[in-house]
């Protein structure tokens, strides 16, 4: 624990309060925990209880809203919302009602680049900010959704409406259609085009695939905080090379021509342009004289008489914020941060009341938060610790609440920190134990908080800014009606521990193990990947449960390369990947067999995306050393893979071909000698499918054999496939290294 740092009266309570709950429950159903099987890991309800997403508040604080899926179908979410004074809940918007079209390619493979490909219903809103509607999309059409549970239809065509947005003064809904913004007069319900052209290639209104897929931007366009202009993104793809994406599926091959940017070659040319709400004086706003970068975020003063802008140049060794005049789109840098490997983006600027700007900055070799005002950077936080997320402020009072890992690189927390005042430190929240995430108003007055540990899922409660729980949104609570308590007897928490790297960083790892003494066979689970962390005190999946249940160790460690803890734990797999992560999770691999709890022999691998081509390295690397292999949708080429995220850390490969003739998965893919089971969806568009006929090839000329499970009209995450993707891994594993209970 950091020294200094506290936690409230309200956070000790609630960890006292789950503990009983859990000693309650499990004592109810200690008599005979029921079996898990593979089909109940994966049905309606999910083991977890309900899964809540897209929470906020309403801007006048009085409902808190969230999306929450059916108890019948786990993947399909309906709009909901909690009285904050009563706890009252209601279902406010029925997604079975609301009949919308099928979603066109760009939707589906703009869900994929969320991550929610296999949502069904309602997958995002927003609020008026008279907090009286609400702006609904549906497969496709646009509704407004009063409080009295009336819906009205926006929008009725047979195109598909994307990106829709509510101006801040709640006159006019946008959305793109087609590739062309339209902006619609709430009062009239009328809609018209106000950005849009012609040429084949061009988008207004929506981010371009790199800005989605590798740079966390989602906008196309941003409103001025009065309503009066809109900043549109303009998105040119004639520069990039086109690539025929066959998506091959179960009724036949569709084929689609995509603008791919791979490695090396041509991103779109994406200017930015600043309008009015009826598309009039329209100006582009200067963004240098270098036409190769990365528009990574736009956002307005408060005012709205200034918008900026942060720019990346293609090496992405240096960011600038731009202010930028909306009546001449005249700009000038105001601040600038440079790396001699990368900048990691992030989501943290503020602009106050006062001018100034709440900001993060990796600096100091941690990211922490700053004030930027004056041309200075104030520096907020400070220490060997990472700050995740600025969650909430209240500018009068100088005080503001971040999600950070002061405490531990296994919790997340959420913190208060009176900022104004010079000697203040942060203020824990939330309970030591677990995992807690949080959004909050606009004044700075209440927050909802989601928060799991190994013993408890996700529960959501609104609290006030001290932390203190006032209503249930989700309690979850582990009591004899939830979907898990069937099985929570048998319930297995995992351990944690650390092993010290080759240049003495400490690298956490998680265990959950069967009960007794073993030696069981263990399955190494591996992402490996930056800008992601696998290991923390969360409530543990299900399907590691039923592998516990049927003999298995689950180990998973993040190696260095790994998310939030600081840029030296990030930067060694600068210009080689596949190098230290190999190498840190072999070191792994040996401390594992040396453990009497674990089978030598009988050790496998997993892994999918960066995981897979971790998988393929891992076993190219050290052949025998694993008993076994699978490898799901892995890169095996990078020159395969997009501009943004691969020449991040490897570098332009048009200037320098060498770190991804070293990085590949396909130069040593002859070495693999164990058995290995290759898995990938044959509609990807993220690690498309190439790389793994690419691989397929390589070992079929060197007379390897390999088990091969491909998906016909899958994308990257296989949704509503996982039954299928586990039944196919089990069955592999039970032929190769040890029986797996399918």
């Given at each position: 624990m950091v020294s200094g740092f506290w936690w409230t009266a309200a956070a000790v309570a609630l960890v006292t309060a789950q503990n009983a709950?859990?000693?309650?429950?499990?004592?109810?159903?200690?008599?005979?925990?029921?079996?898990?099987?593979?089909?109940?890991?994966?049905?309606?309800?999910?083991?977890?209880?309900?899964r809540p997403r897209v929470l906020k508040l309403s801007p006048d604080g009085r409902l808190a809203t969230l999306l929450q899926n059916r108890p019948d179908d786990r993947a399909r979410f309906d709009l909901w919302a909690v009285d904050t004074a009563t706890g009252?809940?209601?279902?406010?918007?029925?997604?079975?009602?609301?009949?919308?079209g099928p979603l066109s390619e760009a939707e589906r493979m703009n869900r994929e680049r969320q991550r929610i490909a296999d949502v069904r219903g309602i997958a995002d809103y927003a609020w008026a900010p008279d907090s009286k509607r609400l702006l609904v999309?549906?497969?496709?059409?646009?509704?407004?959704?009063?409080l009295d549970g009336q819906v009205q239809r926006l929008t009725q065509t047979p195109d598909t409406e994307t990106d829709a947005r509510l101006s801040?003064?709640?006159?006019?809904?946008?959305?793109?259609?087609?590739?062309?913004?339209?902006?619609?007069?709430?009062?009239?319900?009328?809609?018209?085009?106000?950005?849009?052209?012609?040429?084949?290639?061009?988008?207004?209104?929506?981010?371009?695939?790199?800005?989605?897929?590798?740079?966390?931007?989602?906008?196309?366009?941003?409103?001025?905080?009065?309503?009066?202009?809109?900043?549109?993104?303009?998105?040119?793809?004639?520069p990039?090379?086109?690539?025929?994406?066959?998506?091959?599926?179960?009724?036949?091959?569709?084929?689609?021509?995509?603008?791919?940017?791979?490695?090396?070659?041509?991103?779109?040319?994406?200017?930015?342009?600043?309008?009015?709400?009826?598309?009039?004086?329209?100006?582009?706003?200067?963004?240098?004289?270098?036409?190769?970068?990365?528009?990574?975020?736009?956002?307005?003063?408060?005012?709205?008489?200034?918008?900026?802008?942060?720019?990346?140049?293609?090496?992405?060794?240096?960011?600038?914020?731009?202010?930028?005049?909306?009546?001449?789109?005249?700009?000038?840098?105001?601040?600038s941060e440079t790396s001699a490997t990368w900048i990691n983006l992030h989501d943290i600027f503020r602009p106050l009341k006062d001018g100034s700007i709440?900001?993060?900055?990796?600096?100091?070799?941690?990211?922490?938060?700053?004030?930027?005002?004056?041309?200075?950077?104030?520096?907020?936080?400070?220490?060997?610790?990472?700050?995740?997320?600025?969650?909430?402020?209240?500018?009068?009072?100088?005080?503001?609440?971040?999600?950070?890992?002061?405490?531990?690189?296994?919790?997340?927390?959420?913190?208060?920190?009176?900022?104004?005042?010079?000697?203040?430190?942060?203020v824990r929240l939330t309970a030591p134990g677990g995992w807690h995430e949080a959004v909050m108003d606009a004044a700075g007055q209440r927050l909802i908080i989601t928060s799991t540990t190994p013993r408890q899922p996700a529960q959501v409660w609104l609290a006030d800014g001290t932390g203190k729980r006032l209503a249930w949104v989700i309690e979850n609570k582990l009591d004899a009606s939830h979907p898990y308590a069937p099985y929570l007897a048998a319930h297995i928490e995992p351990l944690f521990g650390t092993l010290t790297a080759a240049d003495g960083q400490a690298m956490d790892w998680r265990l959950l193990k069967p009960k007794g003494a073993g030696p069981f066979p263990v399955l190494m689970q591996v992402y490996g990947g930056p800008h992601a962390q696998n290991v923390h005190r969360r409530f543990p999946a299900?399907?590691?449960?039923?592998?516990?249940?049927?003999?298995?160790?689950?180990?998973?460690?993040?190696?260095?390369?790994?998310?939030?803890?600081?840029?030296?734990?990030?930067?060694?797999?600068?210009?080689?990947?596949?190098?230290?992560?190999?190498?840190?999770?072999?070191?792994?691999?040996?401390?594992?067999?040396?453990?009497?709890?674990?089978?030598?022999?009988?050790?496998?691998?997993?892994?999918?995306?960066?995981?897979?081509?971790?998988?393929?390295?891992?076993?190219?690397?050290?052949?025998?050393?694993?008993?076994?292999?699978?490898?799901?949708?892995?890169?095996?080429?990078w020159e395969l893979y997009d501009t943004a995220y691969t020449e991040r850390y490897l570098g332009n490969p048009a200037k320098d071909p060498v770190p991804y003739q070293t990085s590949g998965a396909l130069r040593d893919a002859t070495k693999i000698a164990d058995p290995l089971l290759l898995i990938h969806g044959m509609a990807d568009d993220n690690v498309v499918f190439e790389n793994s006929t690419a691989l397929m090839s390589a070992l079929q000329r060197a007379n390897r054999p390999f088990d091969l499970m491909v998906y016909p009209g899958a994308t990257h995450a296989t949704p509503g496939l996982e039954l299928h993707t586990w039944i196919t891994r089990l069955k592999f594993l039970g032929r190769t290294v040890s029986p797996t209970g399918y």
């Open positions: 709950t859990l000693a309650q429950t499990s004592a109810q159903t200690a008599v005979q925990p029921a079996p898990l099987t593979l089909e109940r890991v994966f049905a309606s309800p999910a083991l977890t209880g309900a009252a809940r209601r279902m406010l918007v029925d997604s079975t009602r609301l009949a919308g999309p549906v497969d496709g059409d646009l509704w407004v959704a009063g801040p003064r709640g006159t006019y809904a946008s959305f793109v259609r087609d590739g062309r913004l339209f902006v619609a007069d709430l009062a009239t319900a009328q809609a018209r085009e106000v950005a849009g052209e012609s040429a084949p290639g061009v988008r207004w209104g929506a981010a371009e695939f790199i800005a989605q897929e590798e740079l966390g931007r989602f906008d196309g366009h941003w409103w001025s905080p009065t309503d009066a202009r809109i900043a549109v993104a303009r998105v040119d793809e004639a990039v090379n086109q690539v025929t994406r066959a998506a091959i599926g179960a009724d036949g091959t569709r084929l689609f021509t995509q603008a791919y940017p791979a490695a090396g070659t041509a991103n779109a040319d994406v200017s930015l342009w600043i309008i009015n709400p009826d598309g009039s004086a329209k100006v582009q706003v200067d963004l240098g004289p270098d036409k190769d970068i990365y528009v990574a975020r736009v956002a307005w003063a408060l005012d709205g008489k200034t918008l900026y802008v942060q720019r990346l140049p293609r090496d992405q060794k240096r960011l600038d914020i731009l202010a930028v005049d909306p009546a001449t789109g005249a700009s000038k840098i105001i601040h709440l900001w993060a900055s990796e600096g100091d070799g941690y990211r922490h938060l700053y004030r930027l005002a004056d041309g200075r950077a104030q520096q907020l936080t400070s220490g060997r610790w990472v700050v995740d997320d600025l969650v909430g402020v209240d500018e009068k009072r100088g005080r503001l609440w971040f999600t950070g890992f002061a405490d531990s690189t296994l919790e997340s927390h959420v913190y208060a920190l009176d900022w104004q005042k010079p000697a203040a430190k942060p299900p399907i590691e449960q039923y592998l516990v249940q049927h003999g298995w160790a689950v180990f998973q460690l993040d190696n260095r390369g790994s998310n939030n803890r600081g840029k030296a734990f990030e930067d060694p797999i600068n210009r080689a990947m596949g190098g230290v992560e190999v190498a840190d999770q072999l070191q792994a691999l040996a401390w594992v067999k040396q453990q009497a709890w674990a089978r030598a022999d009988k050790v496998a691998v997993n892994g999918w995306s960066y995981g897979g081509f971790m998988v393929l390295k891992l076993l190219e690397a050290a052949p025998g050393a694993f008993a076994a292999g699978i490898a799901g949708a892995p890169v095996t080429r």
